[in-house]
């Protein structure tokens, strides 16, 4: 059911996936060139639509969250998701901090986490 679903409350992971997602879809717009990711063996799509598909979704859920008609909160998590999917076909830029640390592994990290603790709560809340 969708109400078992909970998303958690914002994060700074999640807003700062939110924003670097924000900054691919302007690099895409822009005309900037996506890099290729490896070939799909079906040869249907390619990695370059793949990623690009991730952006072009980025973007309408971002519209929407601004737009209020998706919560803010929504948005948010659902373009880090996204990003997540993006790691996987072709790796994110690297963003560090101040002090050194790779921020958007860290972020990357904390979004799995908390999608795999949200589906297992769903999942405890189902066989209650």
């Known amino acids: 059911m969708a109400e078992d679903r909970v998303l ?37 799509v390619s990695g370059t639509d793949a990623v690009e598909a991730v952006l072009v979704l980025v973007g309408r859920i971002d519209a929407l969250g601004r737009r209020g008609v998706l919560p803010a909160v929504e948005a948010e998590m659902i373009c880090a998701l996204l990003m997540v999917v993006h790691e996987h076909l072709l790796p994110l830029p690297a963003v560090c901090s101040p002090e050194g640390d790779e921020l958007v592994a860290r972020d990357l990290t904390t979004i799995v986490s908390m999608m795999v603790q949200g589906e297992l709560r769903a999942r405890e809340a189902r066989a209650a």
Do not use: I, K, T
């Open 8 to 44: 958690p409350a914002p994060s700074f992971a999640q807003g700062r996936l939110r924003v670097l997602a924000r900054s691919l879809v302007a690099s895409c717009v822009n005309g900037d060139a996506v890099p290729a990711p490896p070939a799909d063996p079906r040869n249907v």
